[in-house]
């Protein structure tokens, strides 16, 4: 701790920044911490000067302060950690005669949710959520579902405008698919916007263990006044595997990076249970879409209230650097006396042309 | 199952559409499941060549699957479930020296929710939610409360801007009314809008319990653009008669049904103690006005996040026939492991022309 | 009780408006109930006639309404109800060279929600909320945090988009704040609106305990349209203290205050970790910003659901005089059994020219 640099000194931050830098190209290897590349006490080096569980059974109030706080700042440095699998991945289709392909086998796998907490998801190709699907309006696009769980499921296109008989919706607009079984989903591509798919069979159980994933369609016509640098889904669940985003929780989050003077186009997506108002520190969103659909007149907040089954899409201008927290405000989803926890990730604002 | 017309065949789902525009004269018949006019396995006749519950203990995943989904079948099957009483009907008013009268009298009645589950509710004029009532802005009202319960109540008339002493809160503008003695409010309507009335007395017990109604003013001027064909109003409840729409759930929920081309008013009220995010499948909704104000510019959305005490009105333009899925997103208050329940109907989209 | 004028009478009513201007000057005088002033039965009074709870273990239902009632309207006559202590006060700033300084000490308090009850609290400057901080955009501001807590802590500007090291996230922007130790923040006022400044350290725990508060920041050119007579804070809580406005519950909750024809602004914040609907009788709100920034468009509502971490403003015209429930419509954040509580307080609008 008494080897981090002062935080109020503007030339470690840009230190911080320039270093950070060089680490964009792989953003998981940028640090929240802005003196994570010091020569900093790390938690064991404190502990063995000021041990954080003494022999004697009494702490002084400041070691239990102390104690406390090296438990946040184990999990700041971690971040952003390792964990086995990655979700929302990009899922590029296999053209036939026109048609895109994507193939999404539902089956159970092991899912590390956080460093050393893996847990049973049920998911699509193997990832929380599923792989990203990206078409453009007018596409013909093909869907085969392959269940190789021990239940029936059947894929709902969320926020689509399909025919009748392709919204997945078991006994009433087609039957179920059985366990071994597969089933094919055909359509054109009727409208823009950030969409997901997700089962809608024993739902509660299927997309509350993983049955979900980001599906996104660029309109035709594309507004100038949406183009932006970074393009980031952002998947919000509080399902059976905790408080995540895009399937993993805090430290295990990943960063949003980009260089200042980008434009970044968050798409929120909701596939848990409860509210999540998303709040930006540092800069503020601007509102540009609600379920795909643009909004009549774009408007802004640092705090965006996210219910089950919205999709709101958002630019912020990056004009502000440093690394900004950006996490759930409902605080037990961000946050416990063990330190930062869940929905917690940052945006991470580099300074153009260092490297 | 094996008997059910496949659901990706466009021929069928004709023939589903052609029949139920038959059914259309009398909602209730309308039915959900595509097939539930054909000669399809019952879950009765399924289960006597695959038992359900077997003699033996043991079931394999195949056979729990079946058995899972024959219940969320059967519920499917079941919509529109009949049960004893309906809520919110208009109720039409007596005419007195052109002051148009209503008597609402508050007492305990039972109430089916869903087929074989009955429940104590309070209710006014044995419905609910309360029976519908529907004025003109500017129209003189006189509401007679009649008190048959056990406690004190009152009634608050949310959302419309009346003098300070018609506004139902005992103690604040009124006493409360006791038991067995009854109340006369009287005002002429000031502002237009999907409103309602409800108890402002011991509120969580009076209005948990049922009620409550909506209370709907016209304007004197509509907006052209406002114009529909169908005007529904859907009031969501969480209290504890568990999760309703209209006094009911899932299956015995009401379908919206309609010709396609059509326009839809639908207008949500929330009188329940929670969010619910309502989904609508197949088209989306455009917002127009909250609290019976309207916005100022209409936006659109296939997810609608209603909270306590608000209301919103969309136009849902019908342009895409089937049955569709509608229900509050908040997967929970949707579906469980035996099927649907609760927050749960269906657009119904008939194609024109067909009789 | 029967003492009581009738409330429909609009004599009643007047005098009640008349005699209630005169304590117009000192709000917390102003009474809820309108019978408050007259010889009318006290509980008390009741309680020596007709027992709420008499020797006799069997109540009829009418006593037992009689009782039920009795403690409602105990609550209401009890509103506005003096406690120890008041938060959110508008703080002075000392002026060095320029820059506007203030200081905010972290200590454990004891604090009283309501008449009787009296919590543990986290305060600064022994306030729940904290002191109110009101500058202008384009200001120097200079914070000292002073730390008397057990814990680390830090503070958090939500909303201001400040220079990434005056963030105050512990181990992101800056080193925790110690027990016994203080920290200063400085910098230039970005950008104008309803901000808060709080914890951003064990905040489940920080903030839910009474570590927040109003940063209110005057734009250099206010908008005419928004112009008000009367500039109202109200921070939503529910943390460790229960249901709270402005750190307080009812009866002890304070009154808006003002004169028909005014304008008042309400700036709802919302520190808590669940929904609030607030729900304003009478009269409708319009919405002109979120977070700080202005809506592309005013748009009207009567109820207003706020997320944690959100902020929005409002504008009333305080047309229909009278005194009107502004209370939370998740109905047990507003009343029980034994009355209303938590977050209610009313919106009072006097006759102008009554004195």
């Known amino acids: 701790m008494s080897d981090c640099p002062p935080f109020t000194d503007a030339t470690s931050r840009r230190d911080f920044l320039r270093k950070g ?13 802005a003196c994570a590349d010091t020569k900093a006490a790390t938690p064991a080096d ?3 000067r000021t041990p954080a569980v003494p022999p004697t059974p009494v702490l002084s109030a400041r070691q ?17 950690a390792k964990t086995e699998g990655k979700g929302n991945q990009p899922l590029q289709p296999r053209l036939e005669g026109g048609v895109k392909v994507y193939e999404l086998t539902a089956e159970e796998i092991q899912w590390e949710v956080e460093p050393g907490r893996t847990v049973k998801a049920w998911a699509y190709n193997g990832q929380v959520p599923g792989p990203q699907i990206r078409v453009r309006e007018g596409d ?33 607009t087609q039957p179920p698919v ?62 059976f595997h905790g408080y995540t985003l895009n399937g993993k929780g805090f430290p295990a989050t990943e960063p949003v990076v980009c260089t200042q003077g980008q434009t970044v186009r968050i798409r929120f997506m909701n596939e848990g249970m409860m509210i999540h108002p998303m709040h930006l520190h540092g800069m503020h969103m601007t ?51 063990h330190g930062m926890l869940g929905m917690v990730t940052a945006l991470v604002v580099q300074k153009p042309g260092v490297a």
Chains 1, 2, 3 share one sequence.
Not at 211 to 227: D, N, S, T, W
Not at 311 to 336: M, Q
């Open 21 to 33: 830098a060089a680490a964009v190209a792989f953003p998981a290897v940028v640090s929240l911490t």
């Open 46 to 48: 404190t502990a063995s």
């Open 64 to 80: 239990k302060a102390d104690a406390m706080d090296e438990m946040h700042e184990k999990g700041v440095k971690a971040f952003p």
């Open 140 to 172: 013909r696009v093909r869907v085969k579902l392959i269940n190789k769980l021990s239940q029936s499921t059947a894929i709902h296109f969320h926020g689509l405008e399909l025919p009748n008989d392709q919204d997945g919706v078991p006994f009433i």
């Open 178 to 239: 059985k366990p071994g079984e597969s089933y094919t989903y055909e359509f054109t591509v009727p409208n823009a916007g950030s969409h997901m798919y997700h089962s809608h069979h024993n739902a509660v159980i299927q997309v509350g263990s993983g049955l979900l994933g980001a599906f996104i369609v660029a309109p035709k016509r594309p507004l100038p006044a949406h183009r932006a640098d970074v393009d980031y889904v952002m998947v919000l669940n509080d399902g």
């Open 287 to 337: 509102v540009i879409a609600k379920d795909g659909w643009d909004q009549p007149a774009p408007w802004k907040c640092d705090t965006l209230n996210i219910a089950p089954g919205e999709r709101w899409d958002v630019l912020v201008k990056a004009t502000n650097p440093g690394t900004w927290a950006f996490h759930c405000h409902i605080l037990p989803h961000a946050e416990s006396e």
